[in-house]
T-cell receptor
């Protein structure tokens, strides 16, 4: 029931775009996105609820395709501060457990 | 400062020791969680408490014993641990179950 994230790692130049994907084999109630910098706690980015949502947070946005049980996180015009590990977490319809994927390491270089 | 405080930040213990991790949240949230983070299994859910009641035990070995005396405090009691239990233990809270999580800085545990 752990969601699958891809890619596992991404290296970008400052200003480039990236997409991180998260998919589940089960029907989802919601998808969460968090970012964790090295040596720090994970920090909440956004929640998307079933019904097919899109949300934006500065230059970071996400979509949730309920039918495909997939979510994507879009990072546009990346900044050095975007570096870190991005985790998606999923909550299934039948449970209120938030289960995280294995993470995507993002490195933005000057 | 996320409003979730964990102590101790670092803990080294032998396999026969008994120790406890403490978590306190100052956000007025109703749900609290323990997650284990290691290189092999990042952010692995252990326990969920909602209004002081345990609602989830994610198949955690009995050598880990949680306690939630009130909505603001959560403990993880540790006894006869194994070296593979060495990890970062993260506490989190949320207003409602499976809502936005606020994480503490974590307790880095090393079992010798």
């Amino acid at each position: 029931q752990q969601p699958v994230q891809s890619p596992q790692a991404v290296i970008l130049r400052e200003g480039e775009d990236a997409v991180i994907n998260c998919s589940s084999s089960k029907a989802l109630y919601s998808v969460h996105w968090y970012r964790q910098k090295h040596g720090e706690a994970p920090v909440f980015l956004m929640i998307l609820l079933k019904g097919g949502e899109q949300k934006g947070h500065e230059k970071i946005s996400a979509s949730f395709n309920e039918k495909k049980q997939q979510s994507s996180l879009y990072l546009t015009a990346s900044q050095l501060s975007y570096s870190g590990t991005y985790f998606c977490g999923t909550v299934m319809d039948s449970s209120y457990k938030l289960i995280f994927g294995s993470g995507t390491r993002l490195l933005v270089r000057p | 400062e996320t409003g979730v405080t964990q102590t101790p930040r670092h803990l080294v213990m032998g396999m026969t020791n008994k120790k406890s991790l403490k978590c306190e949240q100052h956000l007025g949230h109703n749900a609290m969680y323990w997650y284990k983070q290691s290189a092999k299994k990042p952010l692995e859910l252990m326990f969920v408490y909602n209004f002081k009641e345990q609602t989830e035990n994610n198949s955690v070995p009995s050598r880990f014993s949680p306690e939630c005396p009130n909505s603001s405090h959560l403990f993880l009691h540790l006894h006869t641990l194994q070296p593979e239990d060495s990890a970062l233990y993260l506490c989190a809270s949320s207003q409602e179950v499976a809502g936005e999580l606020f994480f503490g800085e974590g307790s880095r545990l090393t079992v010798l």
